[in-house]
């Protein structure tokens, strides 16, 4: 027991040496706070994107010549996808809560006789709104189409009722804020674990670390809590942001959403201590973590949807903490999901963080060897 509040007390102290050497110099608690600080508020005004694939779900409870032809002209463009096709209401809500859907059409039963007749015929469309900008784009195409649907036939018209859920006024800041709270904490996260261990080489306090009682393991660990530790307030600084300046709404289990960001900042700490274990030097580091930021912000969804990207880098993406780190955070804050629903969104993030923490330990003790 005693050696074991022995080793707890070392690999405290490593833990606060390692805090004092990140927030000591005021220059680098100016760092680990401005960047969160401005690029949220920079993404929160500005950042806007769009798609190009509309995967939708028909409910045609008219089944007719007029939904037959309606239905037709909305596969024939090539941007929207046909995902399902439903018997029921209830099913609405099982295809755009599971992401199968980015919006469902629900014509009515009375929808050929009210054309007929000449009398206005309501098209309903509900939207998942959790993406703002994809949802208007494809509301609007929908429209465009209905109105040259409209213009082919005389004396009667379709009517477009749109609904959104999840977002209900389509603005475009609901979709890119909760995604920003993985994903801005992700790089200073990245940053500060690749430079542990190369900044230890450079102030020449590598073999000072090396005779201490510490074993390879408990230095790892070590090093990594501090950055786990900086990725969380930084995420928790997004957080607040988000929901008390930009005044988003949460829907979901503040606990849930801060259990994946933990998961997912250690398998991004995993990577940047494996980046740490490789590199000579500091410089060295800084140049691995800015080559692989990038593509992990770009195969993660946060600019373009991940259905859109090549087959190739859709399985690609499965190697990316990120992807599932984001749709974790945007599912439980916009959707309210339960952990049942993004249960699928760990597996990957604690496959990457299996892979990577060990990976980061075995190079730690080839270097020390």
Known sequence: MSAFLATLTRLGALIRKELLAIIKDPANRVLLLAPALVQAMLFGYGATYDLTNVPYAVLDQSRNEASTQLLARLDGTGVFKRAATLDSPRQIAEVIDAGDALL??????????RLAAGLQAPLQVILDARNSLTASSAAAYVGSIVADYNRSRAGSSVTLVRRAWFNPNLESRWNIMPGLIATLSMVQTLLLAALSVARE????TFDQLLVTPLTPM???????VP??????????I??????????????????????????????????????????????????????????????SGLITPVRNMPQMLQVATYANPL????????RVYLEGAGPNAVASDFVPVLAVAAVTLPLAAWLFRNRLS
């Open 104 to 113: 469902v059409l629900s014509i009515p039963p009375d929808f050929e006789s």
């Open 201 to 204: 080489r450079e102030q020449g």
């Open 323 to 330: 992807r599932f780190g984001l749709d974790i955070v945007r």
């Open 218 to 224: 408990l230095i790892l660990i070590g090093k990594a």
């Open 227 to 236: 950055s786990m530790l900086v990725g969380l307030v930084q995420s928790t």
């Open 238 to 299: 997004i957080f607040l942001i988000v929901r008390f300046w930009f005044q988003i709404p949460m829907n979901g289990s503040l606990l849930l959403m801060y259990l994946g960001l933990l998961t997912f900042t250690g398998a991004t700490v995993g990577m940047g201590l494996s980046i740490s274990a490789l590199s000579l030097t500091m410089q060295q580091a800084m140049l691995y973590t800015f080559m692989l930021v990038m593509p992990l912000v770009l195969l």
